[in-house]
């Protein structure tokens, strides 16, 4: 347990609009957050502010500095979450829901986010703030082979792919309301990330409103008070 | 429990060879029975012979029939066993478990088994009994909208394909031995059908020796004393 004058503080990447937080990593932690029911602050973040997360050992966000631990890395972050708070909800539901939630968080991290990437890269670059856009111009076109106006071409084909490529995900939801059962956890948090950062930087419509997986973004966006709703972001 | 007398008996899809055994849903079965320490016999079933099995209310395998019970589909079998046999080694891990390892076999069935069908579609064909030949040329074709022929084309892209498909798989393995964890359970069974689907009808090599894939594939196929390694098949 916290005790006074301990604090929760999560490095959240932002656009150039400093409420602008379209990461799908640290989405992933604020709803594990509000999941715990834990209080805590954000801190807006930007790509090529390396230094002033270097006290984490790397370079990249979510960083959570929870008291006087510093945690990287959303997958370190959730455990760690779950061990240091295990008499709040369960964000895993014991080892074995851990295991078969990883396989959920490896699903979204591999093959969604591939599907979303080329769909997504000119928006997100068009949301940064002036002194991140050339170090994601650089480090994205070297990734991915391309310049960013090159990778985003032929949307609507590439619209159809996603929404094949989500039918795993839409096949659960028929029998289920989240993917970890009757309530939201982890593994719902670990692929709403990837759709709440669309949503906050792209006016694109990924998902028609009659499919089960827009019903079950709904029920996300709605979770803790509207968590998610409330973040500056396009209404699609 | 079973009293003596009482029997558990699965109709398991064959193909020309009685004992050649390949459905991927049968296999989810048998594995999850051997999970459960259960015993169990086989009854060789072909495609055709819907009215054998028409008792299940239904016109495919699995079928198991439990002592009176009599229950059709992996996914409804694998609920009555973790339901019937409690007291066994777990299949799901509890209701988190139950409900993520319900994603790991949508992704299967709705991801991986796409992958794999134009791969091996005609392989399958060419091991089914003689009888089943021509119903499962009409309705494959039919569901594809080419013959069998034309739909396993270009193989070695698609074999590339599938590996990339693959990833949220390969990644995973790279933090644990198994898709529940330390130990195997169903959602390593569901997906593992597949690919002793493959090794029972295909001397195509899917994955490469090196891969996290092929060493995941051999513990499940040296698991229950090698019960899937014995089956007929092709090693690759």
Redesign the interface.
């Known amino acids: 347990m916290k005790g006074p004058g301990m604090s929760t503080v999560l490095y959240d990447l932002a656009g150039a609009e400093p409420e602008r937080r379209f990461s799908p990593f640290c989405w992933r932690i604020k709803l594990a957050l509000a999941h715990k029911n834990l209080s805590f602050d954000t801190i807006a973040w930007r790509f090529t502010e390396k230094d002033v997360i270097s006290f984490s050992g790397q370079g990249k966000v979510p960083v959570l500095v929870d008291s006087d631990k510093v945690i990287a890395d959303s997958w370190a972050i959730a455990t760690y979450l779950e061990d240091a708070y295990p008499q709040q909800p ?1 964000l ?13 968080n ?2 979204a ?3 969604l986010a591939r599907g979303l990437v080329p769909l997504l890269i000119l928006d997100i670059f068009n949301h940064l703030h002036e002194k991140d856009q050339a170090y994601f111009r650089q480090t994205r076109e070297k990734a991915l082979g391309a310049p960013l106006e090159q990778i985003v071409l032929s949307r609507e084909t590439k619209v159809k792919e996603l929404r094949h ?1 989500l ?6 939801l028929k ?2 309301n ?5 309530a939201p ?1 982890y ?1 719902d948090y670990a692929i709403f990330g990837f759709f709440q950062w669309a949503r906050c930087i792209s006016p694109l419509k990924l998902i028609e409103s009659d499919d089960p997986i827009y019903q079950w973004r709904e029920r996300l966006l709605d979770a803790f008070g509207g968590l998610a709703r409330q973040a500056p972001g396009y209404d699609v």
């Not at 895993?92 to 959920?104: I, M, N, P, Q, R």
């Not at 039918?167 to 659960?172: H, T």
């Open positions: 369960l895993f539901g014991g080892d074995a829901g851990k295991a078969l939630t990883l396989f959920v490896s699903w991290d591999r093959s490529l039918e795993p995900l839409r096949g659960l029998t289920q989240f993917v970890a059962g009757t956890a593994a």
